[in-house]
């Protein structure tokens, strides 16, 4: 499975979102620290649930942490998070 | 001294710190460089530690911040969050109160032009 997809499926599964994207933009960073031929190193996650109904901005991105997994989190370089109810 | 120790020390003696890759003259990390633009912006009088010159303040901050990237923001001993959180809580005005409830000193003229000109 594709490391975006990988992320859909997990975060999908933990909050049951209204809305979500993964967008890989590791192409943007060619070049830079942690890009890797191929790319799925870099990724912005757009995400609403009612799951994160009055959590804090910590809190809710210690969430999305969680779900994804100590394992993706380490295979990844960069995660950018827009994280909303 | 533990990893721990360092830690405290650092964020107690500091009322703000940015753990980050790289400095503050030379960023080493596109997100690391954006939370430096916004503190200089903001003129807040700052100390960073550059956790790329140190694996075991690397992996200590992820465990002692539970919190598994960076940079890494502290104000007043107490962790506020990376990029993503900075960022957005500079666009809502939840960074100027958090400044100023804990007597940070900041330019709040260029505060208020972060926010029109990313209206």
Known sequence: ?85 | MTVENQIQETIGANDVVLFMKGTKAMPNCGFSSKVVGIMNYLDIDYTTVNILDSDEMRQGLKDYSDWPTFPQLYVKGEFVGGCDIVVEMALSGELDDLFESNDVTYNKDAAGKLREANQ
């Open chain 1, 1 to 85: 499975m594709r490391v975006e997809d990988e992320i859909k499926h997990s975060l999908q599964g933990a909050f049951n979102p209204s809305e979500l994207s993964v967008i890989d933009e590791s192409e943007r960073h060619r070049g830079h620290a942690g890009y890797r031929e191929g790319g799925q190193t870099h990724f912005r996650v757009r995400i609403r649930s009612q799951a994160f109904c009055g959590q804090s901005r910590l809190a809710r991105q210690r969430a999305v942490h969680e779900a994804l997994g100590a394992q993706m989190l380490a295979n990844i370089h960069a995660l950018t998070l827009d994280i909303d109810t």
